[in-house]
């Protein structure tokens, strides 16, 4: 799961990810894995609820990819988000799907200059990383391992 998740995070030129789990049965998504991010910063989403006005809830929700980039943005469409946040960032949030259900979600992080959308290459790196991670978390599921392991995320070294 680390190496994937490095991978995706290098590959798409992102500085941060987020890895969140869906438990089986559960309305809550659990941030398990962050990378390039301080986790005083990713501590307040350990937790995102479904419902909760939240770009990777949306995702997960939704089954789409979520794609936010820029101050103005981000405070129209998730106040809360960047009211804890108030620098320019770009942010791409999808949903981690295997061939039954959906897994979890993964957020991306880059700066405020990058472009208005992903590039082609950018969404290929994310949509083959989120099939390698969705399968992984599938995986999980079908050996019975819990997804959620700890009471805080595991820091990966930065990307």
Known sequence: MDSAMAAVVRDSGAYGGLLY???????????????????????????????DPMPVADAVRERRLVWGSGREEMARQYPR??????????????????????????????????????????????DEGCRRLGGLLQQMVDRDEPLVTADRSRMLLPP
């Open 81 to 126: 988000v960047a009211l804890v946040l108030p620098y320019d960032f770009a942010l791409a949030a999808t949903p981690l799907v295997s061939d039954t259900a959906v897994r979890g979600g993964l957020v991306l992080l880059w700066p405020g200059d990058h472009g208005a959308r992903l590039t082609a290459a950018e969404r290929q790196v994310i």
């Open 21 to 51: 789990v869906l438990p089986p049965g559960d309305d809550a998504l659990w941030q398990v894995l962050v990378a390039g991010v301080p986790q005083e910063v990713a501590a307040p989403w350990r937790r995102v609820g479904l419902a």
